[in-house]
């Protein structure tokens, strides 16, 4: 099967179906759009006007979270817990996880207010994911599964933001959260799933948005 992910660099959806297509060696192509100034053709073949959408031979896959299902039923190494209430506690916890991008981009382009307003939510949100995470490395415990590779996108955003400003989102108060959170970014294909450079992108981009977070960075 001839597999083609149309992607936009700094789209942390896109990052989550890479993060999987590397963690079970898939082949596949890899076509970068502009999601806001999208070409015909993916107009034409994409039902929401969203990256990631992949291309599987003649069909057209779209959502990211079915985009990683779909590269994990297609491998032979199952990235889900075999337990089914295990594993259906880890897709609820997927889902939940994609809220935080609404805080995030809250975070990088709201005014202190919405900014204040948006760190108060993550937070809470964080600390039921804290409350919930295994001891052990992973989510799960030893393995990596889809669950660290959906929250791999946070956390290398949330450590960008730390990075550029003075821990403005620091995890320390999670002790969980801060190992898992180390854990995941160490791993190849959660570090290969980005472009060379794509954090001085963010940093560009959060400078641009002039949102609270602007005024909190630190020259490089
Ligand atoms: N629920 C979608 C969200 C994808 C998404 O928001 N993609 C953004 C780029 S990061 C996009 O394509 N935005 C263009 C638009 O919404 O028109 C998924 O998980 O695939």
């Given amino acids: 099967m001839k597999l083609e992910l149309i992607s936009f660099k700094l789209c942390p959806f896109v990052q989550r179906a890479i993060i999987i297509l590397k963690k079970q060696n898939i082949d596949y192509d890899i076509t970068f759009i502009n999601p806001m100034d999208p070409p015909?053709?993916?107009k034409e073949i994409s039902p929401t006007g969203q990256v990631p959408l992949l291309k599987a031979d003649d069909e057209v896959i779209f959502e990211s979270s079915v985009i990683s299902e779909f590269a994990n039923d297609i491998s032979?190494?199952?990235l889900h817990p075999n337990d089914p209430i295990?594993?259906?506690?880890n897709r609820a916890w997927i889902q939940f996880s994609s809220s935080l991008f609404d805080e995030l981009f809250n975070l990088v382009t709201g005014d202190k207010d919405t900014y204040t307003?948006?760190?108060k939510s993550l937070f809470e949100k964080l600390a039921k994911v804290e409350s919930v995470k295994d001891?052990?490395?992973?989510?799960?415990?030893a393995d990596f599964a889809m669950i660290d590779a959906a929250f791999a996108p946070i956390f290398m955003r949330l450590s960008w933001i730390n990075e550029f400003t003075d821990n403005a989102l620091s995890l320390s108060e999670f002790s969980n959260l801060s190992a898992w959170s180390e854990a995941i970014l160490a791993i190849d294909a959660v570090k290969d799933s980005v472009s060379e450079g794509i954090d001085d992108v963010y940093y560009s981009n959060i400078e641009a948005r002039e949102g609270y977070l602007s005024t909190l960075l630190v020259d490089e």
């Fill in 135 to 141: 001891k052990g490395v992973f989510f799960n415990g």
């Fill in 76 to 78: 032979k190494n199952d």
């Fill in 40 to 42: 015909d053709w993916f």
């Fill in 86 to 89: 295990q594993k259906a506690k």
């Fill in 117 to 119: 307003k948006a760190k």
